[in-house]
């Protein structure tokens, strides 16, 4: 059975902090990696990953994948108040369907 | 650039009802998946439209069906409604064969 895991569940840190959250999977037909974050409803789109090893990046996000050992990392730097959500791993693959993971919620205070 | 819309925003059922929930895509996209997000977990895939035909489904009972229209525009029907029903239903569109997919703002979906 496919399954995405992230980790740790909850986290809660102060402002200027980095963060760590992480995302192993197991899908049969692995095609991408994407991250959302969740803050209200509507998750928003942050990145998706396909190949191993490269990182991408925007402003104090920034997010690489492992395809050899199955998981990818999302790094924020500096945190703020703002970044205060939850965010989402997901896994696309070839049925088109996207497998998420039980999400990470994080509390930057100030 | 239009982004996903989602109707109603709340909606409140009682057990046995039917509901309907509706969605438009993001302009320039032709397929839209269905999720379910329970309370404190992550979203579940119901199902994936493309050319108005339903193009996967995810672990849910024939009560839960799907339309999408000419303008890819989609609805959610739900029929004889359980109390376990109760979640936010994402609606979210895509371009054919990509993976990334952009989500409209909900309907939470109360039953009673």
């Known amino acids: 059975e496919d399954k995405v895991v992230q980790s740790p569940l909850s986290l809660v840190v102060h402002e200027g902090d980095t963060v760590t959250l992480n995302c192993s999977y197991e899908?049969?037909?692995?095609?991408?990696l994407l991250w959302y974050k969740q803050e209200k409803k509507a998750p928003t789109f942050l990145f998706m990953l396909?190949?191993?090893?490269i990182e991408k990046k925007s402003g104090r996000l920034s997010s690489i994948l492992d395809k050899k050992e199955l998981f990818s990392i999302l790094n924020i730097t500096a945190t703020q108040t703002g970044d205060s959500a939850v965010y989402l791993c997901a896994v696309g693959s070839n049925t088109g369907k996207l497998i998420f993971g039980q999400g990470t919620t994080l509390q930057v205070k100030p | 650039e239009t982004g996903v819309t989602q109707s109603p925003t709340h909606l409140i059922k009682t057990r046995g009802q039917q509901v309907t929930l509706r969605c438009s895509s993001q302009?320039?996209?032709?397929?839209v998946s269905w999720y379910q997000q329970a309370l404190g977990q992550g979203p579940q895939f119901i199902f994936q439209?493309?050319?108005?035909?339903?193009?996967g489904r995810g672990n849910f009972p024939p009560r839960f069906s799907g339309l999408q229209f000419p303008n890819y525009s989609s609805e959610l029907n739900v029929n004889a409604l359980e109390l376990d029903d109760s979640a936010l239903y994402l609606c979210?569109?895509?371009?054919?064969?990509?993976?990334?997919?952009?989500f409209g703002p909900g309907t939470r979906l109360t039953v009673l």
């Open positions: 899908v049969t037909n692995f095609r991408s």
């Open positions: 302009s320039g996209h032709n397929t």
């Open positions: 979210a569109s895509s371009r054919v064969a990509e993976d990334t997919q952009y």
């Open positions: 396909t190949s191993s090893g």
């Open positions: 439209y493309y050319r108005e035909e339903e193009n």
